[in-house]
């Protein structure tokens, strides 16, 4: 389920679908714009899938939190953290009732 906002370090971010998280990226599926507290994510996309984006660009939303930078390898990174965490809450959904 995406929810309307999301809380990430205090802050509340707005999530949004949209045709086209970033105008510059025809492929880019989701996005987090920090000083606009907002994540954009591609409608249309399978729920599964749409979940995994949103939980991926709230990890950015974390580390951006903690300062924290993997550098060239940022977005590797995040994207396989992300794919483990939303595998684990998926698989766990008692974890956190
Ligand atoms: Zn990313």
Redesign the pocket.
Known sequence: MIPETVKIGGLIYKVELVDMPDPEDADCN?LIVYRDQSIKIRKGMGKDYTELVLI??MF?GITEHLHISWGDEN?HV??QVAAVLYQTLKDNKKLIE
């Open positions: 989701g991926h660009e950015h977005e995040v994207s």
